[in-house]
C-alpha cells in the first residue's frame, strides 16, 4: 500500500439520501477518517460526474474512486483488515453479501419511492432536509431549483400513488423476512455478530423508521403528514423495525478501537 497519508478520504454526499448514511456508518464504524462533502440533488453530478460516477455516495480514497455504497463498505473493510464488516469465513461472507444486495435492491430503492411519495408536497421541508450542511452557494439555488428536482425525482423514480402503495408492500415483505430470521433469537442476521448486513439493512430502512442516531437529514417525525407518521409507528413496532432501532442505538455510534484502524493508509491501488 502506498502511503499517501497526507490525502484526506472524501465522501460525497447528499445529505438526505440512505445509501450515503450506509457508507458513513461503515466509514465511522471502522473510524476511518474522511471529509464529507454534501450537495443538492442535481448539483451533486457535478462532484459525482468529476469522479466517474453519477448517484451518490462517492468515496474517493487516494487515487481511488468508489462509485457506489457496497463498494465503499467492500473497501473500507479491506483498508482496515478485511473481516471487520464481512466475516473472514467464506459461508458466512457469502451470506452477509446476498443479505446487503437484497436489502440494497430491494428495500432501499422502495423505502425511498414511498418516502418521496409522503413529502414531495412538503416544500418546506424538503429544502431544509436537501440543503443541510451544503455548500451557501447551493443552498441558495435549492429554491430556484426545486421545481425541476421534483419533477425529476417523480418521474425518475416513478411516484405515484399506486407505486407508492406498492412500495411499502415491499417494505413489509422484507420485514418480515428479517422478522422471521430474527425469530431464533439472534442478535445479529448473520454470524452472531454486526456486519454489513446488519448495517445496511438498518440505513435502508431508516427513511420509514426515522430513528434516533440516523445521521442523514430527516424532517421531525411530528412533521410529516399523519399518515406517514402512523405507517413509520407501525413499522417501528415489528421485530424487524425494533432490531434496526436497537441497531442505530448500540452501534451507529460505536467506534472500533486502534487496532482496526488504519487512519489515512490511503491505497493509491483503489
Ligand atoms: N447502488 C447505489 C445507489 C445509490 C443511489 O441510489 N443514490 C441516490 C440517492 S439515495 C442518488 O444519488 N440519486 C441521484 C442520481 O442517481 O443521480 C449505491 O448503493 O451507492
Keep these: 500500500m502506498t502511503d499517501n497519508s497526507a ?8 445529505p438526505h439520501s440512505h445509501y450515503c448514511e450506509k457508507a458513513r456508518w461503515a466509514l465511522d464504524w471502522l473510524s476511518l477518517p474522511y471529509r464529507e462533502e454534501p450537495h443538492v440533488p442535481l448539483l451533486h453530478r457535478l462532484a459525482t460526474m468529476r469522479n466517474g460516477g453519477r448517484s451518490v455516495p462517492v468515496l474517493i480514497y487516494g487515487a481511488g474512486r468508489f462509485t457506489d455504497s457496497t463498494d465503499i463498505l467492500i473497501h473500507a473493510n479491506a483498508v482496515c483488515g478485511g473481516d471487520l464488516l464481512y466475516p473472514r469465513d467464506s459461508a458466512l461472507r457469502k451470506e452477509v453479501e446476498a443479505l ?9 430503492p422502495h423505502t425511498r419511492r414511498w418516502a418521496y411519495a409522503q413529502l414531495l408536497t412538503e416544500r418546506r421541508l424538503l429544502r431544509q432536509v436537501m440543503s443541510r450542511g451544503v455548500p451557501r452557494f447551493e443552498a441558495g439555488i435549492l429554491p430556484l431549483i426545486m421545481p425541476g428536482v421534483v419533477r425529476l425525482v417523480r418521474t425518475g423514480l416513478r411516484i405515484t400513488p399506486e407505486n407508492a402503495r406498492r412500495s411499502i408492500e415491499r417494505v413489509h415483505g422484507v420485514f ?3 422478522s422471521e430470521r430474527l425469530s431464533d433469537g439472534r442478535q445479529f442476521l448473520v454470524g452472531g455478530r454486526f456486519t454489513a448486513a446488519d448495517l445496511t439493512f438498518a440505513a435502508l430502512a431508516a427513511p420509514v423508521l426515522f430513528p434516533a442516531g440516523y445521521r442523514a437529514a430527516y424532517p421531525a417525525l411530528d412533521k410529516v403528514p399523519t399518515a406517514m ?16 432501532l436497537r441497531l442505530f442505538s448500540q452501534e451507529r455510534d460505536r467506534r472500533l478501537a486502534g487496532e482496526a484502524r488504519h487512519a489515512l493508509d490511503v491505497s493509491g491501488s483503489g
Excluded at 446487503?100 to 432501499?108: I, V
Design 7 to 14: 490525502t484526506p478520504a472524501v465522501l460525497i454526499t447528499m
Design 229 to 244: 407518521r402512523d405507517e413509520v409507528l407501525r413499522l417501528r413496532g415489528t421485530d424487524a423495525g425494533r432490531f434496526a
Design 176 to 178: 418480515n423476512n428479517v
Design 100 to 108: 446487503e444486495a437484497r436489502f440494497d435492491e430491494k428495500l432501499g
